[in-house]
């Protein structure tokens, strides 16, 4: 395809009533401002087509509304460092992601083949031993990532109304993870690998009732068989990947939706009357709209409810 | 969906009426059509899910055929010690298919049959790790969490819920042959292999229920 793909100005997306049009942040918008200063003609005509090329694909896909929605959503005040353990945990489930994808090249599930091929991979494979050591390892700093950003769910209260289902969400991905954890661990099929498989499937047949044959399901049999490693590694690569994948969208799907939590220590103002005088003020107008942000940035838990409830009592 | 059509249309004086009204109609024909679409979309998407559902779980309902295994002439065990032996439990999975087990002929002063041979799995009724047993201390003792078991493989100590395993054993000519896995009770009773860290025997035999998986305990 031609770089430069024409989009008659007339077409292009014009920058919403009330924004500020500030250029390069917004796509497809602000080609008027700030163009007629006098540049090199071939930087202009880059930037035409690349606004073009942005404006082609905005105009068929409508993202911009969901990106600018998405990544300028508004953040409470007192949002900090804490509030990145979740992205962190993320990412390195992309790294398990990519790094899985590659240990898979040369990864062989067979309970004859399984540690040579690991021997191989790990010393005989460029590279080999990073890669793996990247993915074992950011299994553990995934772990703890996740338990961090838990930690930092329930101190800060942000499991509460109206995030409790993000929080259920966020149970299932930590069991998700640990699932990985366990189903990984078999991989390697060393000695460590294959006795601690084989007393995590010993600790699932005690479950009442049902644990015999869970174990044996797990098992594919009544004794480790040569469909034991197969299984784990489909569970570990194609099944439990693809369940976190798509809680990880529901999960940051609430998050966008409802928000983020404003930390603890920021509280409504203890002293209500000139709270209320703003609220009530010029800054009415915007000031009921939902997700528990309240006009005046001083946002979080229900600071919003609190107004309303001061607003009746008087 | 339920409620009478006629209901929503037919009172409505300005909404014309939809193709092949009649009165007193309880479902519209757009309403039929959606039903049938999603019943044809079930039916399309049962067999499929069904199939690899139990695609996925058959072996639970697997029998495996029985495997005796020869360990050499049964002269050669005695009846006051255990004589060490490796069986294939599982075919094609190299050696994890492999296990230890301890042999040693029935025993007069324990009210054995002397004709008779005992095997003793090395699997921990605890949680599945190897035991081994030690000679000076006439027990087996597992490495993992403690337990220990008498001569017998009763539990004298530790966390086990019941004695070892054992394998069922015949003498062809004069050949030992080691057979299915069988678990017992805490009175030796021989019962269904069971998973370790199961109990065997009383009310326990339901909440742990035996498996089509494994072979009939010897009677």
Redesign the interface.
Known sequence: MALKLPVPAALRKPSKPGERSNGAGTNGAGTGDGNGKAGSPVVDTVKEGAIDVVGWLDERTGASPFLTGLLLRKVPKGTNWFYTLGSATMFAFAMQALTGVFLAMYYVPSATDAYDSINYLTNDVFLGEFVRGLHKWGATVMVILIFLHMGRTFFFGAYKYPRELNWVIGVVLLILTLVMGLTGYLLPFDQRSYWATIVAMNITGSGPVMGPYLADFLRAGSEFTATTLPRFYAVHMLLVPGLIIALIGAHLYLVVKLGTTAPPWLRADPKPKPLREEVVGPASGNGISGNGRSGNGRSGNGATRADEHDRESS | MAEPADKKRGTNPEKPKPAGYFEGESMTRRTVFGLGVQAAGVLAVTPIALASVGF??A??F?T?EEMWEGVGSADDYPSDSYRQAVIT??????D??KTTVYLRRGSETLDEDPNEFIAISTRCAH???PVRFVKAAGNFICP?HGGVYDFEGKVIGGPPVRPLDRFQTRVVGNQLEVGPRYSVTNDLEPVR??????FTGGIWEY???P?P??AAPPS
């Open positions: 996925a779980i072996p639970i697997d495996p439990i599982v075919n094609g999975v190299g994890s298919g949680l599945g790790c993992c292999a069971r998973d370790p860290g199961e909440l742990y229920p498996r998986t494994t």
